[in-house]
Nanobody
Framework: QLQLAESGGGSVQTGGSLRLSCVTS????????VGWFRQAPGKGREAISC????????TYFDSVKDRFTMSRDMAKMTVYLEMTSLQPEDTATYYC??????????????????WGQGTQVTVSS
């Protein structure tokens, strides 16, 4: 039940857009927060955004405010990350994860216990 699968990555030019998908289960979306993170080569995992199970409240972290939008579709059991105005520094592997909480989601990766396999995003100049 606690599974995630990301998709939607690819290669785009600077200024382009992509929409990432994270397919999971109804059980996860009903009871656990879900977060998006990314990891660039040679760097640690960086929090992008998260969404609460309780009411779908989203939180964005400093690096991507105003360019990325997180949402969820309960019927499709999918969480999305809409990315616009992509820059070369956005190049990374993008992961979704399950936080063992129901509300007040965080960007602390240590609170995320299950991860997807990741999807690669490459932005060229």
């Amino acid at each position: 039940q606690l599974q995630l699968a990301e998709s939607g990555g690819g290669s785009v030019q600077t200024g382009g857009s992509l929409r990432l998908s994270c397919v999971t289960s109804k059980f996860v979306l009903d009871y656990y927060n879900v977060g998006w993170f990314r990891q660039a080569p040679g760097k640690g995992r960086e929090a992008i955004s998260c969404i609460t199970a309780r009411d779908g409240t989203t939180t964005y972290f400093d690096s991507v405010k105003d360019r990325f939008t997180m949402s969820r579709d309960m019927a499709k059991m999918t969480v999305y990350l809409e990315m616009t105005s992509l820059q070369p520094e956005d190049t990374a592997t993008y992961y979704c994860g399950i936080e063992n909480k129901y509300f007040d989601c965080s960007g602390n990766e240590d609170q995320y216990t299950v991860w997807g396999q990741g999807t690669q995003v490459t932005v060229s100049s």
